[in-house]
């Protein structure tokens, strides 16, 4: 177990248990699965027990990300892979990283938040849209971790609604003047470089790396979260900073620019939810299973079963939709709108499952002893950020009715 409180005598002792987590596969789905993607998910399993879990609880009290995670991000393949190898990253297909986020997200969706930023918001973005040289220079370093990367689309003013963003720069010869702020930054307090998303002299949208040290260039932590506790959200403020024209994304224009990247991130997220929601449910079951009241385990009675039942119910669905999703991806025919039906009914599975998992817990559920209360506060922001849940709701709407409801 991943905490520490202070017994009755005052001294400070471990109180959360082994990470006893096993993966549930109640339609054999392994057997769609590659022997090469259950080697990689269970190595990230193994790594999550061994490195994360027995301080993550810690981390997340203190309102603090484990720095000292990253190497082993890195090592396990958590920074780009889906990256051709000669840029650093893993050439694994979507499975693997599909599979990659599940289990990362298993231990914490903060640490998630760590490796989908800095696989599908940063390298994708320098991948696909970069010039060979910003590849070269950024993509080697981002996947092994000695650099890490945030995003910026979102603004105080402009959440749902990026297209209205205000950030700008305009021209000044061999470099441009950026101006503006963003905020609800993961990993910006700590970030080496930021992918942002800014207005050039036209109007048009536009993406370039802005790196630590440029003059002008502020990270402000964001303080006094309830949720994603182990992960650092801050702002970028820019005040007439310099930035080399070389860093400029040369030819992507337009909000489907920053919005595909959040295809990519939203994928992840679909996945990691499941994590997510399997170690809610893989708690609550082995808990029913050994608390007794009146003289029986609480697993024995019907109410509990419901519980339990649609949990399994729920994440096998889940499951199901999201290697579909995984294959339709490998073969680059999966669609943004089914992406965000993934991300939206993945999340809020997860969501619903966690609440349920706590109530199973009783008083017990509320304490740092148990992962569950850490899960449901953090999927409070996953059901947020990268479009909300009425975003995505509305993305589907507008796909099978052909109507735009934002505009
Ligand atoms: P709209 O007019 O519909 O589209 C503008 C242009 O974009 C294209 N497009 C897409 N392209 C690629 N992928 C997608 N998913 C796309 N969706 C739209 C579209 O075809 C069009 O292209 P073109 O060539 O005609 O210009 O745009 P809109 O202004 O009406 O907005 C649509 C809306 C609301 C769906 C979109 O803006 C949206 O998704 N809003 C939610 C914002 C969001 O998700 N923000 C996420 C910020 S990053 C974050 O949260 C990171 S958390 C990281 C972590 O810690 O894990
Ligand atoms: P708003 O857009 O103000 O929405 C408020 C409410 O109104 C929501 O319920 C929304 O669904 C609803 N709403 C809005 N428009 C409509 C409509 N047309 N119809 C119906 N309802 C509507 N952003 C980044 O760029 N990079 C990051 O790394 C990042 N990390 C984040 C980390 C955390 C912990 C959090 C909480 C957020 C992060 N975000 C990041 C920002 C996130 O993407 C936004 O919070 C999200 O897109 C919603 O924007 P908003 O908070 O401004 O809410």
Redesign the pocket.
Known sequence: MRGKRVSRKGSKQNIMAKDRFQGHDYYLMDELLTEEHRLIRDSVREWIKRDVSPIIEDFAQRAEFPTQIIKGLAEVGAFGPYIPTEYGGGGLDQISYGLIMQEVERGD??V???A??QSS?VMYPIYTYGTEEQRKKYLPKLASGEMMGC?G??EPDH??????MTTHYTDAGDHVILNGAKM????SPFADIAVVWAKDENGDIRGLVVERGMEGFSTPETHNKWS?RA?A?GELVFDNVKVPKENIFPTIK???G??????S??Y??AWGAIGAAMDCYDTALRYSQERMQFGRPIGGFQLQQKKLAEMITEITKAQLLTWRLGVLKNENRAT??Q??MAKRNNVNMALQIAREARQMLGGMGITGEYPIMRHMMNLE??V?????HD??L??TG?DVTGF?A??
């Not at 609800?184 to 990993?187: F, L």
């Not at 920053?258 to 295809?263: A, E, M, T, V």
Request: proline share 5%; charged share 5%; glycine share 12%.
């Open positions: 969706s903060g998630r938040s760590t989908s930023v918001l995003f689309l979102t959440g749902s609604n990026p297209s209205g609800w930054i993961s990993n994603l992960s959200t337009g909000l489907k920053p919005l595909g990247c959040l295809n991130a939203r992840g997220i943004p709108a992406i965000s922001s996953v947020t950020y990268e479009g909300t975003i995505h509305l993305i507008m735009n934002f505009t």
